[in-house]
């Protein structure tokens, strides 16, 4: 994202360039938001690194069953 200072603003091109990478930023942070919420993913309380990654792929694997069925609902 590029930034505007005090008393530059930001140029044409440059609010086109912000608005791509929002919008795919929002894409990408989506899941995260969502795992957050629904599952308190905010910190881990399991000792070892594996158990850590285990962890957060069920996480990841529960998120996108959640989507899945979601979408399927929705096309319904």
Known sequence: MIRA?????LSDEEKKVNRIMSSIRAHVEHPYAAIRRSFHFIRIYVTTIKRVSVK?????????????????KKSN
């Open 56 to 72: 957060a792929l069920f996480m990841c694997i529960n998120y996108n069953l959640m989507r899945a069925l979601f979408l399927l």
């Open 5 to 9: 200072g005090r008393g530059h603003p």
